[in-house]
């Protein structure tokens, strides 16, 4: 017996995702704050429900794929949230980026519904959420991210357990850390080349032939040649990431010298006017300090 | 008609080099300070010069692969060096790693004996040289390169067209501080992971099943699993290196603030006794300055 | 006809400063959750007042000097708080050190009482308390400030008007922030200086006679030369006074380079234990890292 | 029977400090490589000397004010040079600002001739060398640093000794370090004051009145007041003693965070136009990372 899903939150990440559960076969109820969206989906079968309680009532499983906090705390506690249809029969999983201590709080604020908690945020974009490509980071009971594995590799390619509820979180942010110190550093060093006299093509054929050599620069390395940024990651989402992972290293003490360095450099970016542009536009950051021709 | 080949420097890198231009048929005579060395080569059918001179006299093309500078200039310029033999009529390639200002030095010390001059450093180390996978970075007149494209690739699978002379020493540069920074941001993200809660098998899952998976981080996470660092590019080398980049992009005007951040840190990692440890002991730079328990 | 003030926080801080408001004539009352402390300012002519809100009753002009918002909160709005007895013939002023985001919700909870609020944190620890040559950082209404000016210096020797209520918690974070980097430039310098063979003596006559010279390095010095830091201004308070300045720069967009680097340095300071010691012992941190003889 | 002097070099600091000697008695006799700037000092009394080599002959003490070290080795080796007349019965005084390590080049140098060598540079700028109130920051024989004291204290108005020669420099480094780091933290504080809406006349009447105010801040504040830069110790000049003292720190292996992060900044000054500008123009650096309006 398949689990009946209730997906939440039908943007550019989850309208993919539930789309892939439904070709993996699993009855899918759908809802989302403006229900035009949903239509694509209906039309591959889905459910549609009029409010969050409504889908959270017809179905096991219960998914959230919205943009933040805000919007997750309406579909759980607003009018008619989902919240107050979940039980210990039924298990939630929450796919949003969110920070571990606001997973930590929600898993808090779940306690008394009964309901089994798993926190599960994703590394990958829109690509991967259409391919079923997505790398699920998991935390929550071991044993019930086992059970559900079928369910979330339907939207992805592997599923890392990360520990409890909320380090499904923390692994995304230090992910994204990570991003965001190599972006600097392929873009630190290719300004450094060229005004050193080195082509562009040539440092790149470089990295490209050797052990540095990885996707995301693969990706990244047409807008630092065109020097045009077009969002996949916004600029200031990371900042707000970086904000966030460099106030969590504060709390436990961790050394983040780098860390500290970047975050002032895309903080810097942000306040430039280049916030909306792709986190690879920290390439403008640097030009920025350029010597005046 | 295959060119005659002088091979000078027979140490870990230089000798599978040779052993690779004697295996793709090219006739090579070698010449090492410490003539034992050459023996296993002598037994592929590398002829032995006495001294450099000979080795240059004999030969159209001359290679030198030695530790640095002082090694290169007595090759060259001491008694018996290959300098007094180089003409017009023949092909010095420098592929030891120097920086490129005393490339530029080395390329004006020889103009005057009329000799076709090519710095080309390679990209990789023992594996690679011996697998003859390595990434040739090569400066000079183009077409010269492009010539000798075929002697290049008897020791490699790629040579990368720099520039002029020195502008292969800068690549190599430019490719060392990616190296140092990418190092630096994954035993800072990992070093964090273990603070936060994170197993490190979860952390390196997450990071190979994604975009941000390379080559080096593959073979470097062994040594920040077991925390023992045995030397493949040791630290103090790197640490050499990082400061003759910061150096340039000081001459430059170019902006590397992360440079300069991961260059003291490397830094205290030689004054902390670190120095013979293979560059991925930065790792034990972020322990330090980790929480007492 | 002066004004009858209610002192409220009798700690290292707030006993000599209600002690030099009674010196000046003012009539005092005092409150403090330990009524013990309270002895020596009743010896000296103060009323006790037996909880805040009778405190609060009986004087036109409030002030607190207490350890921070959870201390100040409970004063306020706690049971018999002083909260309940403000009204717009009063005048509320916090001397106690919090952020100007946490004076300025405060602002917004006093708004209905229609108390007069000014916020007046000190530039100045227990010394300058005793002598009454505090600095005082007020923001508020001007001409209430003004008006109040005599109260403020009989326990300061200068008011400086610095704004709106929050902008006074402003001004202390930004001295703050310029007491850290000078300190943590001093004993970089210092460091720097005796690993190059310098004598600390030599050194310090050296700033001492020049435009360097200031009060907090003379006050710091003997801590440097005799390492030993005896807590004045507890290293773990300057962290998190650090840490929220760098998240108000933050917010700003404001580029503080040098913050985000003596923050790390703080932290690790605080991470290897000794956060109870002087900030001054930021000099250990660099120690730290000194190359092992 | 006081010491007769040479001095060479009569630019702004030379002239006044050539003035200072005579003023006090001395017998001066004065070398320019532009005879026309001897002028006002013949008028006042001082011999003219037509090559550095007959200067060195006529007189006992010969001091040295030039720009650099190549300007000094014209003085010293160049034809008719003054290093041909020193001897073991005369003393030579370096009081021009060069490096440590030149300055102990230079003492191998002089070895030969047997003359007394001091070096010998100044913390201050044109008043006080105008005023004999200059730091004099002398190395090399402590005893002959003792005997010389009268003629320094002619134109300064300490002596601190260092210790062997080279030690001056090393001292002047050190001043120069945290002259840098303070102009920084004091322009950042300021920028950050001024984005969090502090007025520049309350946030420097705040440090004025407290323990952070120094003598370089009363001087500087105006320059950032009127964002006008007039150089009186150009932002060029320390950029390049900024690299020598963190190259310096690198050979130490002294952990220098701090300077390593201004060094960048105050390289991106010099990369962006305004190297000619005072040291306080860092300012500028800070401004041009400002959110744009």
């Known amino acids: 017996m398949k689990h009946k ?23 899918v109820m759908v809802y989302n704050r403006s229900p035009e969206k949903a239509a694509p989906l209906v039309q591959q079968g889905a459910g549609l429900a009029s409010h969050p309680k409504a889908l959270a009532r017809a179905t096991d499983v219960v998914i959230a794929m919205v943009t933040g906090p805000e919007a997750l ?15 210990h029969s039924k298990v939630f ?38 391919d079923g490509s997505l790398i699920i980071l998991a935390g929550g009971p071991q044993d019930k991210v086992a059970e559900l594995s079928p369910v979330l590799l339907a939207m ?20 994204n850390l990570l991003v965001g110190l190599m972006m600097e550093g392929f873009a630190e060093v290719l300004n450094l080349a060229k005004l050193g006299g080195l ?17 995301m620069f693969q990706v990244k390395a ?5 020097n045009t940024y077009p969002p996949a990651f ?26 500290h360095t970047i975050l002032q450099l895309y903080r810097t970016g942000v306040a430039q006017g280049w916030g909306d542009e792709d986190v690879s536009a920290i390439a403008k950051v640097l030009e920025h300090l350029n010597p005046k021709a």
Chains 1, 2, 3, 4 share one sequence.
């Open 73 to 87: 705390g309406d579909l759980l506690w607003g009018p008619d949230g989902a919240g107050g249809a979940l039980s």
């Open 199 to 215: 082509s562009q093509e040539a440092m790149l054929d470089t990295v490209f032939s050797g052990p540095l050599n990885c996707g």
């Open 93 to 130: 999983i929450n796919m949003s980026s969110v920070s571990p201590s606001y997973t930590r709080e929600l898993a808090r604020e779940l306690e008394p519904t009964g309901v089994t908690f798993i926190d599960a945020p994703v590394s990958g974009t829109k690509k991967p959420a259409e």
């Open 234 to 259: 916004p600029l200031k989402h990371f900042t707000k990431d970086a904000k966030f992972i460099v106030d969590t290293a504060f709390e436990l003490g961790a050394p983040v010298p780098v860390a």
């Open 222 to 226: 047409a807008n630092l040649q065109n």
């Open 156 to 175: 992805g390619k592997k599923v890392v357990y990360c520990g409890a509820a909320g380090q499904g979180s923390m692994m995304k942010m230090c992910i």
């Open 5 to 27: 899903i209730g997906f939440m939150g039908l943007g550019i990440m989850g309208t993919p995702m539930a789309a892939n559960l439904l070709k993996a076969g699993y009855p």
